[in-house]
């Protein structure tokens, strides 16, 4: 499912031998672009602009990169799909609005003693960098 491949990317981005210090807002930039153009493609699907299944009246070539003999539809005419959809947002943005906002405050503002004084962190910081987060990612949704 595209929204369980666009939570692991953006897990990936914060992984220690990834992540950057001094680059932090770029980070953050990378991860609002992704959740962004996938919230676009989710609304131009609900829309009606994204057509699947469509062979462009050339059955014989497969570069189109759609398959052969499915006919063309739009998700949003399928209630099963409308559903699916919905369900799988409700668990990203649980795991945005949570698990994630602590994989970045981890990250950013590590716990362990050692990298901890190597960073400079003030107690505060990780609550700080929680909420800065979570402010960016819910304006970059709407």
């Known amino acids: 499912p595209i929204f369980l491949e666009l939570y692991d990317t953006l897990l990936s981005m914060w992984k220690s031998n990834v992540f ?20 676009g493609f989710v609304k131009e699907g609900l829309d009606g602009k994204i057509e699947f299944g ?3 009246g050339n059955e014989n070539d497969a570069s189109s990169g759609t398959m ?16 699916m959809v919905t369900w ?9 609005t949570h698990d994630y906002l602590e994989v970045i405050a981890d990250t950013v503002c590590p716990t362990d003693k050692e990298s901890r004084q ?23 949704s709407h």
Do not use: K
Not at 68 to 83: K, M, N, Q, T
């Open 20 to 39: 950057l210090r001094p680059l932090t807002h770029r980070f953050l930039r990378g991860a609002v672009q992704l959740v962004g153009r996938v919230l």
């Open 54 to 56: 469509e062979n462009n």
């Open 68 to 83: 052969v003999g499915l006919p063309p539809y739009f998700w949003h005419e399928r209630v099963e799909d409308i559903a």
């Open 88 to 96: 799988e947002l409700t668990i990203l943005d649980t795991c945005m």
């Open 118 to 140: 190597s960073t400079h962190n003030s107690s505060i910081e990780p609550d700080e960098i929680r909420a800065l987060a979570s402010d960016v990612l819910m304006e970059s």
